[in-house]
């Protein structure tokens, strides 16, 4: 053994090295601290986290150091996104939330935020709708809790957290292929309905809540709007929000509040919520990432979520609102090439990930799990579906696009009425006899 370590790090070989090799090899492998296994790079397969007790896999050499310098980028990345903070709320649900000064937030990591403090609230779109469907809230604030003013309650990243995703690098990350680019391709699922062929500065809809079943570490359900400018090639620029269930960025079957941001189709830039530098938080009532309480059952209440994205005539900068005018922050216009002008389409609807991991199918459910046709209380629904013009007014749709991609194991069906403007239901079960 200290042979092999000599070859490959070129020390010299004394009887005190190999003693000290010897000595912490002895102290790390009767360590009671639990074992971290290889995570699998290759996108398939099991978790990132093995007990102590449970050996490596026969065909598998267990490499101590390697996994050393796996933890260190893993508590150094952890030490730059978990900022100091000034509360700390344990959400009933399992999810620890801080508390931290807004001047302090990720986003003013990056450069060209330095030293910088949250915008104030730009002018909002004229127009309102009506909600006569219960708003939802999140888990973490059940129990009375916020967060204090002059601070933004972020959910805490954990090395488990980490650990759960194929690269360090990719936590965060949507792997390329997250919108629909055509019919055919790639492993994604979708049941959407979009509008494009002019310009567009924002979108608004209430997303009706579920906790779809996702039966695949590596897959997820979510529903959301999308504000998409650029090509579908590597210069797309997308700003998406609504809600998810992940159970590899989150390590549960919980619906989430998230949003995302990408400017080369997912390649290199933006993240999920508050992951990277970017998005500005200036809420301290809406935890991005956070479960989100109460939620639709079948032929039971339902609840939905208001979310509407929209582009500051005076600054340029895209911002997000929550519910009933909770402003949760903005996306800089500077994070983007297309974007910093309008957007070219708007989508509105549900994805799922495919893996086929058992050789058929997935299981995974979009929306309620159950298809258009059963209507309110069953299947899940997108309403009062509007869009920004450039006076910074909110009108109805028109020329909406309906796609189900796999209409057999997702479809989707619109309308449109006094009550809820425009509107769709969409979702399905996945597998079943007509989508094996």
């Given amino acids: ?18 003693f000290i090799f010897l000595s912490f090899f002895l102290i790390l492998s009767t360590s009671t601290s639990p074992v971290f296994s290889e995570p699998n790079l290759s996108g398939g397969g099991g978790g990132g986290f093995v007990g102590a007790a449970a050996p490596p896999p026969a065909n598998q050499t267990f490499r101590p150091l390697q996994e050393l310098k796996k933890l260190k980028r893993i508590r150094s990345y952890l030490r730059k996104i978990n900022k ?22 990720p ?6 935020l330095k030293g910088q403090k949250p915008l104030e609230p730009p002018e909002r779109p004229k127009g309102q709708d009506s909600s006569e469907i219960p708003e939802t809230s999140q888990s973490w604030r059940d129990g009375g809790e916020s967060c204090p003013e002059g601070t933004v309650p972020i959910k ?44 567009y500065y924002g979108a608004k809809a209430s997303i009706n809540v579920w906790a779809p079943i996702v039966t695949d570490q590596y897959e997820f359900s979510l529903s959301q709007l999308w504000v998409i400018s650029g090509s579908f090639g590597n210069d797309l620029n997308t700003i998406e929000a609504g809600w998810q269930v992940s159970p590899e960025l989150y390590g549960d079957n919980y619906p989430r509040f998230f949003t995302y941001w990408t400017t080369d189709a997912y390649q290199a830039t933006g993240c999920y919520n508050l992951l990277c530098s970017g998005f500005v938080q200036i809420n301290n009532k809406i935890a991005i990432g956070a479960a989100i309480s ?6 039971n209440r339902q609840f939905d979520i208001g979310i509407m994205i929209w582009k500051d005539p005076k600054h340029g900068h895209w911002w997000l609102e929550f519910g009933p005018g909770l402003l949760v922050g903005y996306w800089p216009s500077f994070l983007f090439s297309h974007l910093q002008g309008h957007a070219s389409m708007i989508q509105f609807g549900g994805e799922i990930v495919n893996t086929r991991s058992t050789g058929h199918h997935t299981n995974t459910q979009m929306g309620s799990g159950h298809f258009a046709d059963e209507g309110f209380g069953k299947a899940s629904y997108f309403r009062n579906l509007q869009v920004v013009d450039w006076d910074n007014s909110l009108i109805p749709m028109s020329n909406l696009h309906l796609l189900a991609d796999h209409p057999n194991c997702y479809d989707i069906r619109a309308g449109k009425n006094n009550a809820w403007g425009n509107y769709f239901y969409y979702g399905g079960p996945g597998k079943n006899s007509r989508c094996p």
Avoid: W
């Fill in 1 to 18: 053994m200290a042979s092999s370590y000599k070859s490959s790090h070129s020390y010299k070989q004394s009887p005190i090295i190999i």
């Fill in 84 to 105: 100091p903070s000034v509360k700390t709320i344990q959400s009933p649900d399992g999810d620890i939330i801080d508390c931290i000064e807004s001047h302090l937030q």
């Fill in 107 to 112: 986003a003013f990591d990056h450069p060209l």
């Fill in 156 to 199: 805490r990243t954990t090395e488990k957290d980490v650990l759960r995703a194929n690269s360090v690098r990719r936590f965060g990350k949507k792997i390329k292929r997250g919108v629909r680019r055509d019919t055919m391709s790639s492993d994604h699922e979708h049941a959407v309905a979009f509008v494009n062929g002019d310009e």
């Fill in 294 to 299: 109460p939620r639709s059952s079948y032929t």
